[in-house]
């Protein structure tokens, strides 16, 4: 367990349930039902993390690595990250992040991409701030809206 301040970073564990989808739905317009998060984490379960302040779930990160055929490389995909809006701007997202990012380095990910929605300004600039760059847009990847796609390479990689 790794800790920050009052926050402290976890493996999820299947118990954590509950607070994570009340997170998700508090956080997305579309959020990830009981069994998408539960596939997440059955396919890698080292690449789901929480934080906790005081035994309370704030916030919850989901990666795992891929080996992009055509690029025979190894790469980390950021499939969600959350911070309950009531704990926003207290450096949890940048913990998580940084607690992930570390992880999928010593899985020899070259890269960390995600999609995040066109219109969430906020996540952008958090993700260009932590090093990101906007490599394109997925149309229509989410109802109704398109996906900015953002890419950092990892130090000593690719």
């Given at each position: ?11 999820f564990?299947?118990s ?18 009981k ?6 984490y059955l ?6 993390k ?5 035994q309370k ?7 795992e690595?891929?080996?992009q055929?055509n ?11 959350a ?13 998580m992040?940084?607690e992930?990012?570390e ?30 760059q ?25």
């Open positions: 367990m790794k800790e920050s301040g009052d926050f402290s970073i976890r493996p564990d299947p954590d349930l509950n607070y994570i989808c009340g997170i998700e739905q508090r956080s997305f317009p579309n959020p990830w039902s069994f998408e998060l539960t596939l997440s396919r890698n379960p080292r690449g789901f929480v934080v906790e302040k005081k779930i704030v916030g919850y990160v989901i990666a690595v891929v080996t055929r690029k025979k490389r190894r790469e980390g995909h950021l499939l969600n990250l911070v309950d809006p009531e704990f926003r701007r207290r450096g949890v997202g940048t913990m992040l940084e992930i990012t992880h999928l380095q010593q899985e020899n990910a070259a890269a960390i991409w995600l999609e995040t929605r066109a219109s969430n300004s906020a996540a952008i600039n958090f993700y260009l701030k932590m090093g990101f906007e490599k394109g847009r997925r149309r229509h990847y989410y109802p109704n809206e398109d996906a900015v796609v953002m890419v950092k390479t990892l130090k000593g990689k690719g």
